[in-house]
């Protein structure tokens, strides 16, 4: 398991986090951090990275990192040990890329894309940070996986399908490293105003002739919470399941979405059509 840096006899946690120049990812390391884990900021971005790392503060570090190559995802976990003197006791695979292509005029380069940075990162970050983890005798893996593993949504069969395996994964870590007292479970957002949703929305409300607010209202209107998630609602999550509260959950994926996940697409529209 993975204690919280509070816990007796243990050294301070430590965490790597995918993904963290922004979005989802730049609110999970900031969530850490606040609760007095020691975090490695990786991503592609340099100069955002290094912004949210200046802005956590002396507890976090920046390691421009590319997840689709080993080499880099190897790095990232050897400067987490140099930086922090202990191997990172948690790992958060945040980094993700969308694609929205039918299938019929999607190239084998992006499907092969999309699969590099939404699986195969997770992958090589696990293999990698795994070895630390066995040796501090506890872990947390946290992988942001997406609702789109769940539910069907317009030409996304690349990404859909990366995050379906992304959660299948996350299940086979738990069942085969849980010996060693690591966790694996994955959460999976809804709409949240992320960078890469914000700017899907605002293309939308162009198509749409409207203001990107009004076009939020109105698509924030259909869900149950009658709201679109924000990354800090994702980070608490994530929180929870890197930490002492939740040492009995493994393997599991979590929907943080607004309670899209419990629509009947079909009734709601026939009661959309019935309204004057």
Known sequence: MAPTSASPGFPPSVAIVTGAASGIGAAVARRLAASGTRVCL???????????????????????????????????????????????????????????????????????????????GPFLLTRHALPGMIERGRGSIVNVASLAAHRSLPETAAYSASKAAL???????????????????????????????????????????????????????ELPLRRIGRGEDVAEVCAFLAGDASTSVTGVDILVDSGTAGLDAFALAMTRLASP
């Open 167 to 221: 959660i299948a994964f996350t299940r086979q870590m738990a069942a085969d490293y849980g010996r060693h007292g690591i966790r694996a479970n994955s959460v999976s957002p809804g709409a949240t105003a992320t960078p890469m949703l914000l700017s899907e929305a605002r293309a939308a409300a162009e198509a749409a002739g409207i203001e990107l607010e009004t076009f939020l209202e109105k698509a924030s209107a």
């Open 42 to 120: 990786a991503d592609v971005s340099a100069d955002a990275l290094d912004a949210v790392a200046r802005d956590i503060g002396p507890t976090a570090t920046a390691c421009v990192t590319d997840v689709t190559d080993e080499d880099s995802c190897r790095s990232a976990v050897r400067a987490t040990r140099k930086a922090f003197g202990h191997p990172a006791d948690i790992l958060v695979n945040a980094a993700g890329v969308s694609l929205n292509r039918a299938t019929t005029e999607m190239t084998l380069a992006e499907w092969n894309r999309v699969f590099a940075v939404n699986v195969t």
